[in-house]
């Protein structure tokens, strides 16, 4: 087994090992991973913070050694609070990174960090707060940062922030938490996940007060929500149809 450290600011993770295949995910600086698979040009990677897998270049990453991928994903995270922040290198020079990179191990990269960083849990009242940071990123199927970002990264990204775990996809975020009955009785910042015909969840976006609802679709972007699902005050009509709402503690 070998394991990588994401050595610069955002990396495509991809369904297959080719740069024409689908976006599925997204690698921020400083992230840790087991490498499940390596090949000529790409590896596959499992995430040490959700184990989301898939394919990602070897030349957009550094190996590390066992130890040090235990030391550092034993340690709470430090992340990046600022939407664009820079680390320097061993030459002095500049590498933009994004909110919500991990700055733990930046010395095995001889990297230095100045800025604002956030550890550990934050109040769930928080959650909008940040959430509010991402409003208008554009959609990206796949994307986790505020330049673009899909609903269940923005989803996941505003709460580990705020040093609440969730996984990656929609579905298997609906796997979490304790669902609650009706819309009153939920508080900002719990999640509201929405299916298709057939039932699979396909969107999740996170309740504010007011019933009104953060989401990403198109952007990130403020809609009302109801007992039948998103009312987009664009089109005036109901864009996704509610399936439960999760509180997670």
Known sequence: MHYGLCNLSIVALRN??????????????????????????????????????????????????KEDYKTYTSKKEQ?????????????????????????????????????????????????????????????????????????????????????????RDASQQATQGDALSFIEESTPGDLAFFDNNEGDIIHVGIIMENHHIIHAHGKVRIDRIDHSGIYNVDTNTHSHKLRVIKSIE
């Not at 990677?45 to 897998?53: F, P, V």
């Not at 590498?95 to 230095?112: D, E, F, K, R, W």
């Open 16 to 65: 297959e090992p080719s740069d024409k295949s689908e976006l599925i995910s997204q690698v921020l600086y400083g992230e840790l991973f087991k490498v499940l698979e390596q090949r000529k040009k790409w590896s596959r990677i499992r995430l040490s913070y959700d184990g989301y897998e898939g394919w990602i270049d070897n030349k957009q990453f550094q190996l590390i050694d």
């Open 79 to 167: 992340l990046c609070s600022d939407l664009v922040n820079f680390i320097t290198d061993s030459e002095q020079k500049l590498q933009p990174i994004v909110m919500g990179s991990v700055i733990n191990a930046q010395t095995l990269l001889n990297h230095t960090f100045d800025g604002e960083t956030l550890v550990g849990q934050k109040q769930k009242n928080n959650l909008i707060k940040t959430a509010l940071l991402y409003l208008n990123t554009p959609y990206l199927w796949g994307g986790k940062t505020p330049f673009g970002i899909d609903c269940s990264g923005f989803t996941q990204m505003v709460y580990r922030l705020n040093g609440f775990k969730l996984l």
